[in-house]
């Protein structure tokens, strides 16, 4: 938008904070609704965090890298969609750390989690290998792309099936949070179509803050001559996943321990999706404009998922500052990451 490359660098970084705080201020309020709608809908915790809190507080994501990429600025969407997985796997470690009962993946481990990351993984592998070969382009779109929606769906469909009908569960020990639907007549204070309404709402406040995000990126990269990539992996990536942050600490509060993973998780996966959207409006195959570091990131992403499974799998009560292994690692991916990026 040219009309903010027009505006002195303080204001483009004010613009940017403040489009920030309203993506913080929107997240809030999703935790609690996602919650309440899981209870209506009987999706249970997990799917619903994929689903309404996983897509819609990944809203300003998305829309940030759209913009970047039909702006014709590919380094920013690749970074923002990458950048976010790192971003928001790190954070889930946060939230290990705000909740103080044991560790969150240990009270949270249940098999529609660990699908939630098998998903993931397999999802990130497509615009790998797309970016991996020379670019093919059908209809306008890499074919990579519309693979990665068809997969999404079919893991989102699994999902559902492997909740009602799982062939193995956790066991079950005195931290373990098991997905119970809240029955209680206080939680049906609020109707099912007012609850729709506030999700609308927060979610359309979401997007346009993301798109405000990804105009004052592209209009920093313009004035400070900073790559792209790096804006976009780490400032725009952590602006616009933010939400994920706000609500899984505002979830494992609550007590809604498998939300929080499902947000970050499911969260994660719809960032995939990113990319695909991306490769729709951009000029050309997106996955072409991969640079090392995008590979980098995107294959430091993998990691932290295997690191986030694993911990699901070994379910260590406690560890180093009172989390388990696996999020420790995964603060130390994150960090070297970061450091990976900008150097």
Known sequence: MPAVEALPLPIIATVFFGATVVIVFAGTHVARIADQLA????????????????????????????????????????????????????????????????????????VTGLVQGVLLVTLLTIPLIAASEPPIIMWGIHPASLLTFLVYAFGIRLLGRIRDEPMWRPVWTAQTKEEISDDKPEGRAESTISLWRGFAVYAVLTAVAGFTVAEAGIAIVAKTGISSTVIGTVFTAIATSLPELV?????????????????????????????????????????????????????????????????????????????GFESTIVLVLYAGSLVLVMT
């Open 247 to 323: 609500t899984a600490i505002a979830a494992v509060r609550i007590g809604a321990v498998s939300l929080a993973v499902g947000d970050v998780i499911g969260g994660n996966a719809f960032e995939v999706l990113f990319l695909g959207f991306s490769d729709m409006v951009y000029e050309g195959s997106i996955y072409a404009e991969f640079t090392p570091d995008d590979f980098t990131t995107a294959l430091i992403a993998i990691l932290m998922t295997g690191v986030i499974l694993l911990g699901l799998l070994r379910r260590e009560r406690s560890g180093f500052a009172g989390i």
């Open 39 to 110: 209870d209506r809908t009987g999706l249970g915790e997990i799917v619903a965090g994929a689903l309404f809190v996983g897509a819609s507080t990944s809203l300003p994501g998305a829309i940030a890298s759209i913009t970047a990429a039909a702006q014709n600025h590919p380094g920013l969407a690749i970074g923002n969609a990458l950048g976010g997985l790192t971003a928001q796997t790190a954070f889930l470690a946060v939230a290990d750390l705000a909740y103080r009962r044991a560790n969150l993946e240990h009270a949270a481990a249940s």
